[in-house]
């Protein structure tokens, strides 16, 4: 098993340009979710998915946007970036609530 | 809105030293996990309780969930340079679908 997988694993976007992160885990979990960890701190949740077809904010959402069409898949949008979406990006999946969670090694976004 | 902090934010050991690094939510947890995350790393988990009251250990780490289900730490027996990274606790509230981070510790180990 891959496990969860991210690409790409480095970016550098304009302002003002848009791109899709990609994410899919082969552990057929139901759960998948979106963090963005800046630097020196601690994970906030984007985005979360409890099965394909649903989605549902987190704590931090604005300027962002995903689908859930199948179970492996989960990409995240970035619409218009903004330097404020600099940041390490993590996508996670788990089997459901109270389950550890995976999470795939990262996509370092810098926007200048 | 939920919130989970943690004490210290830093922490420097010389290597054989003991470290602890605590949990607390401003919410009842129906459970609480712990992550380690190497420098350029990405979390990975080490542990869950779900018990109040409830000791786990691994090798040299112990965790404990406070007896009210809002407070935790994990203490580090005679740290190793291995040990290095920063450690976050995460909590589901109960009813929840999503787990809510710590702030994390990072620890250095000082050969």
């Known amino acids: 098993n891959a496990g969860v997988t991210q690409t790409p694993k480095f970016r550098i976007l304009k302002i003002g340009q848009s791109m899709t992160l990609q994410c899919t885990q082969d552990?057929?979990?139901?759960?998948m979710y979106w963090y963005r960890q800046d630097p020196g701190m601690g994970l906030k949740l984007i985005y979360y998915?409890?099965?394909?077809?649903?989605?549902d904010k987190g704590e931090v959402p604005n300027g962002y946007n995903v689908s859930r069409s199948t179970t492996e898949d989960f990409p995240l949008r970035l619409e218009l970036a903004a330097p404020s979406q600099t940041s390490v990006y993590f996508c996670?999946?788990?089997?459901?609530?109270?389950?550890?969670?995976?999470f795939g090694p990262g996509t370092r976004l810098t926007v200048t | 809105g939920q919130q989970v902090m943690q004490i210290p934010q830093y922490q420097h050991v010389q290597e054989g030293e003991d470290f602890t690094t605590y949990c607390n939510s401003s919410?009842?947890?129906?459970?609480i996990q712990w992550y380690k995350q190497r420098p350029g790393g990405h979390p990975v988990f080490l542990i869950q309780?779900?018990?109040?009251?409830e000791v786990k250990k691994q090798k040299r780490l112990t965790f404990q969930f406070g007896e009210a289900k809002k407070n935790s730490s994990l203490h580090i027996t005679a740290t190793q340079t291995t040990d290095v990274g920063t450690y976050f606790c995460?909590?589901?509230?109960?009813?929840?679908?999503?787990?809510?981070f710590g702030t994390g510790t990072r620890l250095t180990v000082i050969p």
């Open positions: 996670a999946s788990s089997r459901g609530v109270g389950y550890e969670q995976y």
């Open positions: 552990m057929n979990h139901n759960y």
């Open positions: 998915s409890v099965g394909a077809g649903i989605t």
């Open positions: 919410t009842t947890l129906s459970n």
């Open positions: 309780l779900v018990k109040s009251g």
């Open positions: 995460a909590g589901y509230q109960t009813g929840a679908n999503n787990l809510f």
